[in-house]
């Protein structure tokens, strides 16, 4: 909506000045503060069209995203113009709050990405996390953890799979044997 009545700039003050009764056109300092705004904010909509207008957006994606929104955020809290600030200072506040609830989730869609991988991660947040090497270290640790449940789930489900192939040939009448097919014996 400013995009569009930042277009018609110059017939809104043409109209001002040859109609009396119209005493809302905004101010010069308006306009340009409503150009800004629209320059900052036009970004956040392309990634959000990026990721929700897509129907099958990968996990890979969100971080490099999300990262760029967080730069963004940092870049306008220098903006001279105290509502811009202020705008800004609100939108980190609630963005802080996503980034360090999904940040660990993120991270792991980014690294395990074949063209990204922990490298990537490091580097982004070296550019906006101060507390950088704490995080990455976590995710390490947490990414060590993960890769350990899965191995002990593949280990549990090998055992169990060789017991129940070694316990499951049945003799049955006529020298037939019965064998568990094997998507029964991950089941069990």
Same mark, same amino acid.
């Given at each position: ?43 956040? $909509?392309?990634?959000? %069209?990026?990721?929700?207008?897509? #129907?099958?957006? @990968?996990?890979? !994606?969100?971080? /490099?995203? &999300? ?22 200072? $609100?939108?980190?506040? %609630?963005?802080?709050?996503?980034? #360090?609830?999904? @940040?660990?989730? !993120?991270?792991? /869609?980014? &690294? ?77």
């Amino acid at each position: 909506m400013l995009e569009s009545a930042i277009n018609y700039r110059r017939a809104f003050t043409s109209f001002s000045l040859h109609d009396t009764n119209y005493i809302w056109c905004p101010s010069e300092e308006e306009w340009n503060r409503a150009e800004i705004i629209c320059d900052f904010l036009r970004p956040f $909509n392309n990634i959000t %069209k990026l990721i929700f207008g897509s #129907s099958y957006p @990968t996990s890979d !994606l969100y971080l /490099g995203e &999300i990262w760029t929104m967080k730069c963004l955020l940092n870049s306008i809290l220098t903006n001279e113009d105290l509502v811009i600030q202020q705008m800004a200072l $609100n939108m980190k506040a %609630k963005f802080e709050k996503y980034w #360090s609830d999904y @940040t660990m989730v !993120l991270a792991f /869609g980014a &690294i395990l990405d074949p063209s990204k991988k922990l490298d990537f991660v490091q580097c982004l947040y070296e550019e906006v996390d101060p507390f950088y090497l704490e995080k990455v270290k976590q995710i390490k640790m947490n990414l060590y953890r993960l890769y350990d449940e899965y191995v002990n789930k593949d280990d549990q489900s090998n055992e169990s799979l060789s017991q129940v192939q070694a316990s499951s040939s049945l003799g049955g009448g006529k020298g037939k044997k019965f064998q568990v097919p094997l998507y029964q014996a991950r089941v069990s």
